[in-house]
């Protein structure tokens, strides 16, 4: 379904799970979809822990568009299309958000006006690949500012770097690079976790 947002119309595909607990909503990665095999297994998790699951097209891949839009259009894009979701098609009760890479990140930044019980982040990237030494291109105080639990799956070879687990934090590694193309692993940890959530 097309959700419209200040800055074009989202998309959504939505995976209902009959009598539902609660929902997690899903962003993609920068330059790539909602197909990202780490993201299906996400998805193949929720429904195994009874939640609705959603994936969510930011409005640039929906026009076409393969260059990120600049990161405030990002959240307020995936703000708008979650609150849509929230009103009229996710079940009631709590509410995980997270994606994969980018998608990670804006989860990250908007949590917390979302009121998210937790956050999933797929691929999470620290820093730019070859940057690791350079605290300014860091995104880990974006993580870091997250309140409700975490979970970061990372490949173990990721050229993006991996986050440190602290309190509230949990971290996976999985065989594989930044891709996360091992599925298997990635919905066992997701699955997981999930089931210590609830």
Same mark, same amino acid.
């Given at each position: ?15 209902? +799970? ?7 909503? !899903? ?6 979809? &909602?197909?990202?095999?780490?993201? =299906? ?14 994936? $969510?097209?930011? @409005? ?5 568009? %393969? ?14 299309? &979650? ?16 994606? %994969? ?24 990237? &620290? ?9 300014? =291109? ?14 970061? +799956? ?9 986050? @440190?687990?602290? %309190?509230?934090?949990?971290? *996976? ?6 891709? !996360?193309?091992?599925?298997?692993? *990635?919905?066992?940890? $997701?699955?997981?976790? !999930?089931?210590?959530?609830?």
């Amino acid at each position: 379904m097309e959700l419209p947002t200040p800055h074009g119309p989202a998309r959504a595909h939505i995976h209902p +799970v009959p009598g539902a607990i609660g929902s997690l909503v !899903l962003g993609h990665g920068a330059g790539g979809g &909602v197909d990202a095999p780490d993201l =299906k297994a996400a998805v193949r998790a929720a429904a195994a822990a009874g939640l609705t699951a959603a994936l $969510v097209e930011q @409005p640039y891949r929906v026009a076409g568009r %393969r260059n990120q839009a600049p990161a405030p259009q990002l959240d307020a894009a995936w703000l708008a299309a &979650v609150r849509q979701l929230r009103e009229s098609e996710l079940p009631g009760g709590p509410l995980i958000v997270g994606g %994969r890479s980018a998608g990670a990140r804006v989860a990250c930044r908007t949590a917390a006006e979302l009121g998210a019980r937790a956050v999933l982040c797929l691929a999470f990237p &620290v820093h730019p690949p070859g940057r690791g030494d350079d605290p300014s =291109k860091s995104r880990l105080p974006e993580l870091d500012a997250v309140e409700a639990p975490v979970l970061v +799956v990372q490949g173990e070879s990721d050229p993006f770097g991996r986050p @440190p687990p602290r %309190r509230g934090r949990t971290v *996976v590694l999985v065989p594989g690079n930044h891709s !996360l193309r091992s599925a298997a692993e *990635v919905e066992r940890a $997701v699955g997981r976790w !999930l089931g210590e959530l609830f």
